[in-house]
């Protein structure tokens, strides 16, 4: 199934507080499992409503009763008795179930970092949490988007004190904890927008770093096409000067062997017109049987007589 929600694009932040304070029962308390009273909560950054969220559950170490707590509406917290520092999980559940719950977890604090622990003032412990929310519903966006102004508080120590009985030096000392505590949360958020920031900046250099990576790999695997091709016209030329060169021998082989074998057909003919004019002599020439056979022996010379002058 489809759904047909209008979705705003983008990447959408919002702060909350996850926090606690616990005060010293001291007489009131019995000295052994009951020696602190705390609230564990859930609210905005500058005190602002939170109408995007559902439903808060405290998951309470399992030593209480009901260790698991929903809380359904505002404000988002929860109150207790006890003696000992634990990891407190927060679950929170999103008006929109296309969301999904979101786990956080706290350290609740009893006693305050200098180790006294019959301490009168209150110990405030939070830590600022962003939730992100991706591609969000119309609806939803309209609910997660920050006020445009923070509501103003007159006492903020009041506020976070509750029913706790406080001198005015106490509320002096505490109002001064959450202006500390309020501009280090500012100071925060303005740090972590920097470092967001500066995080796109990284990202689009890498993004950039990536690409000029793509080029330089489709420029080597050009470059090594341009190599291959050029060894083979290399390879092909000197494969057709061999062939060349071949051709030429064989050529100069056949010549050779020609000129040869002309030569030897000529002194072939040449024999053979010899023979056949000897032949024909001794043919031309017949001797017969009547034919004296004159010798040197058989001959005799008359001298002609030689007149000499006297």
């Keep these: 199934m489809v759904s047909n929600k209008r979705v705003i694009k983008g990447e959408f932040e919002r702060p909350i507080i996850v926090g606690s304070i616990s005060n010293w029962l001291g007489k009131k308390g019995d000295g052994l499992t009951h020696t602190h009273r705390w609230t564990a909560?859930?609210?905005?950054?500058?005190?602002?409503?939170?109408p995007f969220i559902k439903k808060v559950v405290f998951h309470l170490h399992n030593s209480f009763k009901?260790?698991?707590?929903?809380?359904?509406?505002?404000?988002?917290?929860?109150?207790?008795?006890?003696?000992?520092?634990?990891?407190?999980?927060?679950?929170?559940?999103?008006?929109?179930?296309?969301?999904?719950?979101l786990e956080l977890f706290h350290l609740l604090r009893l006693h305050p970092?200098?180790?006294?622990?019959?301490?009168?003032?209150?110990?405030?412990?939070?830590?600022?949490?962003?939730?992100?929310?991706?591609?969000?519903?119309?609806?939803?966006?309209?609910?997660?988007?920050?006020?445009?102004?923070?509501?103003?508080?007159?006492?903020?120590?009041?506020q976070i004190a509750g029913d706790t009985p406080m001198t005015t030096a106490e509320q002096m000392e505490l109002n001064k904890i959450i202006d500390a505590r309020t501009k280090v949360i500012t100071d925060i958020q303005k740090y972590r927008d920097t470092c967001k920031q500066k995080e796109t900046e990284a990202i689009s250099l890498y993004q950039s770093i990536q690409q000029l990576d793509k080029q330089k790999?489709?420029?080597?695997?050009?470059?090594?096409?341009?190599?291959?091709?050029?060894?083979?016209?290399?390879?092909?030329?000197?494969?057709?000067?061999?062939?060349?060169?071949?051709?030429?021998?064989?050529?100069?082989?056949?010549?050779?062997?020609?000129?040869?074998?002309?030569?030897?057909?000529?002194?072939?003919?040449?024999?053979?017109?010899?023979?056949?004019?000897?032949n024909k002599l001794t043919t031309n020439t017949p001797m017969s049987i009547d034919t004296p056979i004159l010798s040197a022996s058989n001959t005799t010379s008359k001298a002609t007589p030689t007149t000499t002058p006297s």
């Design 41 to 50: 909560y859930i609210r905005g950054m500058n005190n602002e409503e939170l």
């Design 66 to 101: 009901n260790p698991n707590r929903a809380v359904e509406s505002p404000p988002y917290e929860i109150s207790e008795t006890g003696w000992g520092e634990f990891d407190l999980k927060v679950t929170i559940y999103f008006t929109d179930n296309s969301e999904k719950p």
């Design 113 to 158: 970092p200098d180790g006294n622990l019959k301490t009168k003032h209150p110990v405030v412990s939070e830590s600022l949490d962003v939730l992100v929310f991706k591609d969000p519903s119309e609806s939803f966006y309209n609910l997660i988007k920050l006020p445009d102004k923070p509501p103003e508080v007159l006492n903020p120590s009041l």
């Design 217 to 278: 790999l489709i420029l080597q695997k050009k470059l090594e096409k341009y190599n291959l091709l050029k060894n083979n016209n290399n390879n092909n030329n000197n494969n057709n000067n061999n062939n060349n060169n071949n051709n030429n021998n064989n050529n100069n082989n056949n010549n050779n062997n020609n000129n040869n074998n002309n030569n030897n057909n000529n002194n072939n003919n040449n024999n053979n017109n010899n023979n056949n004019n000897n």
